[in-house]
């Protein structure tokens, strides 16, 4: 069984900046690459971006590049995404998830059926 949890939402002004965590809090996170989603009211659910189980690789969405970033603690079983320059098209809710295959690479890590276990989601609003 796995359980991941997302924290660190909440609302902030344009430009500013949040830090997301994702903690699994039953199971682990070790082998496995980890993905960000988010899906804002009336808007199917996106990708973010992902991380590589070593952490050695990240990919990205193109609204993310420049302003998020991923990392992740193996030994916290944590992952974050900090983001940075935020803006109102950013308001949405947040999702953290663990792909399907341990040791796997990023191949189809943008799709949300490469993954198995997702989080309950955190809400992010950016006002003006």
């Known amino acids: 069984q796995v359980r991941l949890v997302e924290s660190g939402g909440g609302l902030v002004q344009a430009g500013g900046s949040l830090r997301l965590s994702c903690l699994a809090s039953?199971?682990?996170?070790?082998?496995?690459?980890m993905g960000w989603f988010r899906q804002a009211p009336g808007k199917e659910r996106e990708f973010v971006g992902c991380i590589s189980w070593s952490g050695e690789s990240r990919y990205y969405a193109d609204s993310a590049k420049g302003r998020f970033t991923i990392s992740r603690d193996n030994a916290k079983n944590t992952v974050y995404l900090q983001m940075n320059s935020l803006k109102p098209e950013d308001t949405a809710v947040y999702y953290c998830?663990?792909?399907?295959?341990?040791?796997?690479?990023?191949?189809?890590?943008?799709?949300?059926?490469?993954?198995?276990?997702w989080g309950q989601g955190t809400q992010v609003t950016v006002s003006l």
């Open positions: 039953e199971g682990t996170i070790r082998p496995y690459t």
């Open positions: 998830a663990r792909k399907k295959d341990s040791y796997s690479s990023l191949g189809s890590a943008t799709a949300s059926a490469s993954y198995t276990y």
